[in-house]
């Protein structure tokens, strides 16, 4: 177990809807990061959280948005669905920013219909 | 091009055999992650290293900064060791964590 905790663990979605995707990281981490997988890929980097500021963002598209809250817990918003959203998502924690070790969650599995 | 290139993508063997994955990765990575992503998707950190050599238990990364090149071994290997193996590079100064393409591991008993 690392600490990390995302919800919902699995969800279905049709095109144009929205997601709102949730990360509890580790306790005293105050750095998060989300990651898009689609099936059969490696991991892709979208943004980074740090203290509450946007601290780095992968090559996104603006419809996907993000949040970091006072207790460092953060939430990861896709507007406008479209069929290619449809992955795994993973977010990880970090005691600070920089290359330090990471804890990953479980993961939220969309489905985008 | 990927930043992260990993070697072999997939890999079988049998069980007790000595098994290496290796990572080579572009300039202005400084530190190199391994990871290990089992089926269901969740993924576990292995090692973060910047130079020289880690181990833990029956695994071990090294890392060649001049060379650019880390590689994961794993002695003794074991079927619960089946999984797919990530490298992924990260920039001090650049948050950005650019994943490798996975080593998929099978260990057969």
């Not at chain 1, 919902?8 to 990651?35: E, F």
């Not at chain 2, 055999?17 to 290796?22: A, Q, Y």
């Amino acid at each position: 177990e690392t600490g990390v905790t995302q919800s919902p663990t699995h969800l279905i979605k049709t095109r144009g809807q929205q997601v709102t995707l949730r990360c509890s990281s580790q306790s005293g981490h105050n750095t998060v990061s989300w990651y898009q997988q689609a099936l059969g890929q490696g991991p892709q980097f979208i943004f980074q959280y740090y203290r509450e500021e946007e601290n780095g963002r992968g090559n996104f598209p603006p419809r996907f948005s993000g949040l970091q809250f006072p207790n460092y817990s953060s939430e990861l918003n896709v507007n406008a669905l479209e069929l290619d959203d449809s992955a795994l998502y993973l977010c990880a924690s970090s005691l600070s920013r920089g290359a330090g070790e990471l804890f990953f969650g479980e993961g939220s599995r969309l489905t985008v219909l | 091009k990927n930043e992260v290139e990993q070697s072999p993508q997939n890999l079988t063997a049998q069980e007790g055999e000595f098994i290496t994955i290796n990572c080579s990765y572009s300039v202005g990575i400084s530190a190199l992650h391994w990871l290990q992503q089992h089926p269901g998707g969740g993924i576990v950190s292995l090692f973060m290293l910047s130079s020289g050599k880690k181990k833990h238990g029956r695994l071990i990364a090294t890392i060649n900064i001049q060379e650019k090149h880390s590689s994961l071994h794993i002695t003794a290997s074991h079927p619960r060791d089946s999984a797919v193996y990530i490298c992924a590079g990260a920039n001090f100064g650049n948050e950005k964590l650019t994943f490798g393409t996975g080593t998929r591991l099978t260990i057969i008993p």
